[in-house]
C-alpha cells in the first residue's frame, strides 16, 4: 500500500512511529507537511500539490493535524477526499472533535456520560448558569482551547463573572465559551483511552503534579498505567463513534455517579505508548490494511 501521513513533519514521535511501523509491514510511506501543501480547485479536477509536484494517488490517509492547524490541515484532508482516497478519519470528523461544544452537543445527543455543561453569552444570568451546572466551582473554557490552554477554574461567582468578562472581551474572534461542572473527587485526574476500530488498544491515567486541576502531560501531568473497567471502555468507544472516529484519543475522568467523558481527540499523541508499553502505531497500520480499500463510509452523524 501506498500511505501518505500528514503531519509537522519527520520529528514527531507518533509521525516516526508510524513511518516504522508502515514500512516494517511492507508499505511504502510518504510524510506530508499538510502546512506546504496546496490545493488547485477547479471544476470536477481536485488536485493537491506539495513541494512544486502534484502529490498523485495514495491508498490511505492518516491525518495528523495540530489544532493550530485545523483548518487549513482539514482542508488539505478535504482535498483528498474528493479524489476519492481513504482517509482514517475524516476532515468533517476532525473538525467536530476541535469544537468543544459541538462535540458535547453530539456526545449527549449519542447518551455518553458527559460533565453538566452551559454554553451562553449572556453574563448577565451567571448566578443562573453557575446554578445549571451545579454550583461553584466551575470549570470556564473556551470551545477551542486544546492541551489545557483555555481553561479556568473558578471558585466563587465573583471569579466566575470576571472569568467570563474577560474571556468575551479578548474573544472577538466569537469562540464559544462553555461552562461546566467540577467534578471534586476527580480534580487533578483523568484517563485517556486510545480506541483503534472500535476497541480501547491502551489506557493511561493522568495526574497533575501540583495543585494545577488540569492533568494534561502539555500542562506537566503525569502518566501512569491504568486498568479500564468495562463500563470505561465501552463508554471511550461510544464516544469515539459519536464523533466518527476510528482513531481517537479519548479524556474521561471518574465521578461519583460513573465515568464522564470530557473530550474526543482526532489526533492523540502517542506518549501512552512510553507510558503503558503498549503498541498503538501498529493497530492504526492494520486498521488502514482492513479498511483502505473498501468503499468509505458514508458520515452519518449529521452535524
Not at 511501523?21 to 496546496?38: F, I, L, N
Not at 477526499?81 to 449519542?110: C, F, H, P, W
Not at 505508548?273 to 480499500?293: F, H, L, M, S
Request: charged share 25%.
Amino acid at each position: 500500500m501506498r500511505i501518505a501521513i500528514l503531519s509537522n513533519g519527520n520529528a514527531n514521535y507518533s509521525t516516526k512511529r508510524l513511518v516504522e511501523v508502515a514500512k516494517a509491514r511492507g508499505h511504502d510511506v510518504k510524510v506530508v507537511k499538510y502546512k506546504h501543501a496546496y490545493a488547485s480547485i477547479e471544476q470536477n479536477n481536485p488536485k493537491l500539490s506539495y513541494r512544486g509536484k502534484e502529490l498523485g494517488h495514495f491508498d490511505a490517509i492518516i491525518p495528523r493535524i495540530a489544532s493550530n492547524m485545523t483548518r487549513y490541515g482539514t482542508a488539505m484532508v478535504r482535498q483528498l477526499e474528493m479524489q476519492g482516497m481513504y482517509t482514517v478519519s475524516s476532515s468533517i470528523a476532525i473538525n467536530r472533535t476541535r469544537d468543544k461544544l459541538r462535540s458535547m452537543q453530539l456526545l449527549s445527543k449519542a447518551g455518553v456520560a458527559i460533565p453538566k455543561t452551559v454554553f451562553s453569552r449572556n453574563t448577565a444570568d451567571i448566578d443562573d448558569l453557575i446554578d445549571m451546572v451545579g454550583g461553584v466551582p466551575v470549570i470556564i473554557k473556551l470551545a477551542r482551547g486544546t492541551h489545557g490552554n483555555g481553561v479556568v477554574l473558578a471558585e466563587t461567582k465573583r471569579m466566575a463573572k470576571s472569568a467570563l468578562q474577560a474571556l468575551y472581551l479578548h474573544n472577538e474572534d466569537g469562540t464559544n465559551i462553555l461552562l461546566q461542572e467540577f467534578i471534586k473527587e476527580s480534580a487533578g485526574t483523568d484517563i485517556r483511552a486510545f480506541v483503534v476500530g472500535g476497541r480501547v488498544v491502551a489506557s493511561m491515567k493522568r495526574q497533575s503534579l501540583d495543585d494545577d486541576f488540569r492533568s494534561n502531560l502539555h500542562k506537566g501531568g503525569e502518566g501512569t498505567v491504568v486498568k479500564l473497567t468495562e463500563e470505561e471502555r465501552k463508554m471511550a468507544v461510544k464516544a469515539a463513534r459519536a464523533m466518527g472516529l476510528s482513531v481517537a484519543g479519548v479524556d474521561m475522568m471518574r465521578s461519583a455517579r460513573g465515568p464522564l467523558v470530557l473530550e474526543v481527540n482526532a489526533s492523540p499523541g502517542f506518549g501512552i505508548e512510553k507510558i503503558t508499553g503498549r503498541d498503538v502505531a501498529t493497530p492504526i497500520i492494520e486498521y488502514n490494511e482492513q479498511n483502505a480499500k473498501r468503499r468509505p463510509k458514508k458520515d452519518k452523524i449529521g452535524a
